[in-house]
């Protein structure tokens, strides 16, 4: 078996969990939102929240517009841009796609268990590169990857997280269980890194052209630093 390079996450500004975060953030909000009220909702400074969000704007994910004050600079007020390519452009999400599943079919047990297993281990790879873990280290590899997470609900140790995007839309149309399975094989692996105290209660395949998917998980934490 020919020996295949380790999983790699997108270089883009998702990949980061602060700006995950904020991206996350704009879509619940699903309005534009100043500096001063992101920053204060993920509990940083106001400077270094505008410098997360200009890589953003510079990446095409985010739009800016100035609203001038009675009295001091103009206000920047930040969404959502509507063409937004969270996790790359069409070709990336495939690329890596086609490599994934190279990678399982070359792996010697082709079959959903095999390629569920392979995709876990590209997950333990795609997490081993952040810094952090918890949930918001978790959902940034996923806006990395682009899924778009969003917090559907949250009761107690329970945690559902819906996927606003499936960046792999069209060969999902094509073979759902083929897709959603190397998916979930993906996010296992994350939680091993992330999470290994968490616990996958529910993986919930919707129509790729509807999104929403769910993951539903138990005991995962907040995020925290290992630096």
């Given at each position: 078996m020919i020996d295949q390079p380790p999983a790699m996450l997108?270089?883009?500004?998702?990949?980061q969990p602060t700006r995950a975060r904020l991206f996350e953030l704009l879509g619940e909000l699903a309005r534009p939102a100043g500096t001063v009220e992101l920053?204060?909702?993920?509990?940083?400074?106001?400077?270094?929240?505008?410098?997360?969000?200009?890589?953003?704007?510079?990446?095409?994910?985010?739009?800016?517009?100035?609203?001038?004050?009675?009295?001091g600079r103009p206000r920047d007020s930040w969404q959502i841009a509507p063409d937004a390519q969270p996790g790359g452009r069409p070709p990336r999400a495939y690329a890596d796609l086609v490599r994934w599943l190279a990678r399982a079919m070359g792996s010697g047990s082709p079959g959903l268990r095999g390629i569920e297993a392979t995709g876990r281990e590209i997950g333990r790879e795609l997490a081993s590169r952040q810094d952090t873990?918890?949930?918001?280290?978790?959902?940034?590899?996923?806006?990395?990857?682009?899924?778009?997470?969003?917090?559907?609900?949250?009761?107690?140790?329970?945690l559902t997280i819906s996927l606003r995007n499936c960046p792999y839309q069209d060969a999902a149309r094509e073979n759902q269980p083929l897709i959603c399975t190397l998916h979930r094989g993906i996010t296992r692996g994350l939680l091993d890194v992330q999470a290994p105290g968490a616990k996958l209660t529910g993986f919930e395949p919707h129509d790729p052209d509807v999104a929403g998917c769910l993951i539903k998980l138990t005991g995962i934490a907040t995020s925290q630093s290992e630096k």
């Open positions: 997108p270089d883009d500004g998702l990949s920053a204060e909702q993920v509990g940083l400074h106001p400077n270094g929240v505008r410098l997360h969000l200009e890589r953003l704007e510079g990446e095409g994910l985010l739009v800016r517009a100035t609203e001038p004050q009675p009295r873990t918890g949930e918001d280290a978790f959902k940034s590899v996923l806006s990395s990857l682009g899924f778009q997470p969003q917090v559907h609900d949250r009761t107690g140790k329970a």
